[in-house]
């Protein structure tokens, strides 16, 4: 079947500019992941979605990080007046449940750059 | 708080030898640990994981890690290395008292050597 699918491959941005990242998780898996990896920090964990409800977002950097779910599917991750520190590789997970044992399936990510 | 290191940035092998990545964590807990293969410009792709029982765990494209508690590891070995392996390899630590994230570690490219 079909993994777990992200949107844009690509992205650039003007610094200020807000986007959104999109995530199709596979189909019945109930958690949802997303992470980010950069160069200085590596892959960091940034939020958790169990259905639609995020009962992890300790790994938001700042509030201009938000996310959604719906339908318990689609994630989008949205970065509002983007600065340079933010250019990375988004990266979404999802899995079956919501538990640490599970494994983690990943997308291709989303290369963010802003200018 | 929970760490992963993988002390080696960079290894190269040659084609045909064997191969360990080293992987230590620092955890209160008792952890889930994966070991995660990203080739260029693709996803992270699961090679195994551990969760309990048996310490030597058996994974894909030949690959195993032990699990050495005393130790705080979780080594990643393949006895032959093939060209097709060299990448970025990742070990990463999950644990229920922390939620459901993974903390990764720095990650280990491999280059190999024809």
């Known amino acids: 079947g079909a993994g777990v699918s992200q949107s844009p491959s690509n992205k650039v941005t003007e610094k200020g500019k807000d986007v959104e990242l999109r995530c199709d998780p596979i189909s019945g898996h109930t958690a949802l992941y997303w992470y980010r990896q950069s160069l200085g920090q590596g892959l960091e964990f940034l939020i958790y979605?169990?259905?639609?409800?995020?009962?992890?977002k300790s790994g938001l950097p700042s509030d201009r990080f938000s996310a959604e779910r719906t339908g318990g599917s689609v994630s989008t991750l949205t970065i509002q007046r983007t600065q340079q520190e933010d250019s990375a590789v988004y990266l979404c997970?999802?899995?079956?449940?919501?538990?640490?044992?599970?494994?983690?399936?990943f997308g291709p990510g989303t290369r963010l750059t802003v200018l | 708080a929970q760490s992963v290191t993988q002390p080696d940035i960079h290894i190269t092998v040659s084609e045909g030898a064997s191969l360990e990545l080293r992987c230590n964590y620092s955890?209160?807990?008792?952890?889930?640990l994966f070991w995660y293969v990203q080739s260029p410009g693709q996803g992270l792709q699961l090679l195994l994981k551990y969760f309990s029982g048996d310490t030597l765990v058996q994974g894909i494209k030949g690959f195993e890690a032990e699990f050495k508690r005393s130790q705080s590891s979780f080594n990643l070995r393949k006895p032959s290395v093939h060209w097709s392996d060299a990448a970025e390899y990742f070990c990463a630590v999950g644990a229920k008292e922390y939620g459901n994230k993974l903390v990764f570690g720095a990650g280990t490219i491999l280059r190999v050597k024809s």
């Open positions: 955890y209160g807990a008792t952890p889930y």
């Open positions: 997970a999802s899995s079956l449940e919501g538990t640490s044992g599970n494994e983690q399936f």
């Open positions: 979605f169990q259905g639609n409800s995020a009962p992890d």
